[in-house]
């Protein structure tokens, strides 16, 4: 199983990223937990996310890797 999370996407459609948006080491971070305020680039919200516990879903206050935390459900599993 896999610990997962809820997030409220706002946009409509796809960001365009380019050379400005390469880090120190010519790489581009492309933030996967939902929680980054940069979006779509990591700004390192994704260390909030580093206890959360495998099956359980969780939602943060505001999107915020700084708000309150709370399980909302399970992962189901899909090898039932
Ligand atoms: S992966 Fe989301 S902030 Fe880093």
């Given at each position: ?29 492309v933030c996967q ?16 996310t580093a206890d959360?516990?495998?099956g359980v879903v ?23």
């Amino acid at each position: 199983m896999d610990m997962t999370r809820e997030v409220t996407h706002e946009e409509r459609g796809p960001a365009i990223l380019d050379e400005s948006d390469t880090g120190d080491d010519g790489k581009i971070y492309v933030c996967q937990c939902g929680l980054s305020d940069s979006k779509p680039l990591c700004d390192g919200s994704h260390n909030a996310t580093a206890d959360e516990a495998d099956g359980v879903v969780y939602k943060y206050a505001n999107d915020d890797a700084d708000g309150e935390r709370r399980e909302v459900g399970k992962v189901e599993d899909d090898d039932q």
